[in-house]
């Protein structure tokens, strides 16, 4: 079961490198619910699928790296790092999501976390 939800999560990531929206009907429950980790919410699969195509109209994925998952129950969480360039303006920062499923295995709800990309000791 987690290595179904791990390989959905990894052809999200993936269809975002490649600017591929044609997987998204087939991994995201209509009712999605996606909150971005810097304020915005798309509240159904549609939305999802505009903000996939304005988004890509003016950016580039470079990388999305996965660090891990943790599993529970109808839960997973991926560690990961990301790297784009949207609107001429370079991205680079960790982060985490929060990924809930129906019991088909598609993602009903999805809250992204981030965190600066490079990390220092003040001490």
């Keep these: 079961m987690f290595s179904e939800r791990e390989q ?47 988004w890509n109209s003016q950016g580039t994925v470079v990388e999305w790296s996965i660090k891990q998952f943790i599993h529970q129950n109808d839960m997973s969480v991926v560690e990961w790092y990301f790297h784009c360039v949207h609107e001429d303006v370079e991205h680079q920062f960790n982060g985490v999501s929060i990924i809930s499923f129906t019991a088909e295995n598609k993602i009903s709800q999805l809250k992204e976390f981030q965190s600066q990309a490079e990390h220092y000791c003040p001490y």
């Design 8 to 54: 959905i999560i990894k052809s999200y990531f993936k269809a975002w490198l490649h600017k591929d929206a044609t997987i998204l009907d087939e991994i995201f429950s209509s009712d999605i619910i996606y909150s971005e980790c810097y304020g915005p919410q798309y509240l159904d699969i549609e939305q999802v699928k505009q903000w996939f195509a304005d």
